[in-house]
């Protein structure tokens, strides 16, 4: 399965995907968060206002087939509507761990104070 599956269930159970680093991030409310969401929050609900959900992600299977780890008959059986929203989210998370450097390289720049004499 991709990384989607864990966005949709975030439990221990559901395998790790994520380094615990970015997961923490994705887990965490961004500063200067208006709404106090986190960012993997804002990320679902952004794919739910703007109907990226081919199906229901309220059931199990349906989280399969959008994590691409489920067969219908031994065969995996896809539409292309399917694959291209599964496509689209996987940019948009992709884009939000990428925002991780950005607030690393702000930290190190922090407490970096030079060499020591």
Known sequence: ????????RPEP?????????VWNFLNGVPAGGR????????LVNYWRD?????????????????AAGSDVYGK???SIK?????????HDAKA????LD??????LQAIDVGPAE
Do not use: W, Y
């Open 1 to 8: 399965p991709n990384l989607l599956a864990q966005f949709f």
């Open 13 to 21: 159970s559901a395998g790790r995907v994520f380094s615990e680093l």
């Open 35 to 42: 709404n106090g969401l986190t960012r993997r929050g804002a």
């Open 50 to 66: 703007h109907k990226l959900f081919p199906v229901c992600v309220d059931n199990p299977k349906n989280v399969d087939r959008l």
């Open 76 to 78: 995996r059986v896809e």
């Open 82 to 90: 399917l694959v291209g929203q599964r496509i689209s989210m996987l």
């Open 96 to 99: 939000e761990v990428e925002l």
């Open 102 to 107: 950005g607030e690393l390289l702000d930290l």
